[in-house]
């Protein structure tokens, strides 16, 4: 089960993004180039602290160490991307394994939905939105996204939006942080479980 990001641990700087399944196959003879993409497409960030007080140091400390290394994994917030405006309780319609957009229902009716840009989240994978989304009359939404859908979705499975996160594991089994008098500072890399 993966364990719940401490919510006062806010990091100073944050790298993030996707690391995409292609591979390219480069003509010896004329140099073009064919590219292949394929499934499997996965969130990496790099987090850094650097300014931790002695309770946020040990706070970060004994929660890397319930992680085990790579072993355990936990829920990142997507820090920058939060919403405010609640938009109904949305939940999932259709999203087959492979695909790059999923049905949601449950909005307001021919409202305005997604911007480029939101993420979702659904049963712990989470999405970016690529394209302005709005509802049909009946309330439901195309939602166009940033990877393939790992697999399929349960239908009714709701659609995180106010607070989306992705399931994380450590890159590494190892870790450390700068300790100096008053303060620590450290940088951790984290990938997407699954």
């Given amino acids: 089960m993966a364990l719940t990001w401490p919510a006062s641990l806010r990091p100073s700087e944050m790298t993030w993004g996707i690391v995409n399944n292609g591979r390219a196959f480069t003509s010896t003879l004329?140099?073009?180039?064919?590219?292949?993409g394929y499934p499997g497409a996965y969130w990496q960030c790099t987090l850094t602290f650097g300014l931790l007080t002695r309770a946020q140091e040990r706070e970060l400390s004994s929660f890397l160490g319930k992680l085990d290394g790579m072993f355990?994994?936990?829920n990142m917030p997507?820090?920058?991307?939060?919403?405010t405006l609640s938009i109904g309780s949305l939940t999932v319609v259709s999203g087959n394994a492979q695909a790059?957009?999923?049905?949601?229902?449950g909005a307001a009716p021919s409202s305005?939905?997604?911007?480029?840009g939101d993420y979702?989240?659904?049963?712990g994978e989470m999405f970016e939105v690529t394209d302005p989304a709005a509802s049909s009359a009946q309330g439901q939404v195309t939602v166009m996204l940033n990877k393939r859908i790992r697999k399929t979705l349960t239908a009714g499975a709701a659609v995180e939006y106010l607070n989306p996160y992705s399931e994380m594991r450590m890159?590494?089994?190892t870790w450390s942080m700068s300790v100096r008098p008053v303060v620590a500072n450290g940088s951790y890399q984290f990938r997407e479980a699954f």
């Fill in 171 to 173: 890159t590494s089994d």
């Fill in 78 to 83: 997507a820090f920058t991307r939060r919403r």
């Fill in 112 to 116: 305005a939905i997604f911007s480029s």
């Fill in 72 to 74: 355990g994994t936990f």
């Fill in 100 to 105: 790059r957009s999923m049905v949601v229902a």
């Fill in 120 to 123: 979702i989240t659904v049963a």
């Fill in 30 to 36: 004329s140099n073009a180039q064919q590219v292949v």
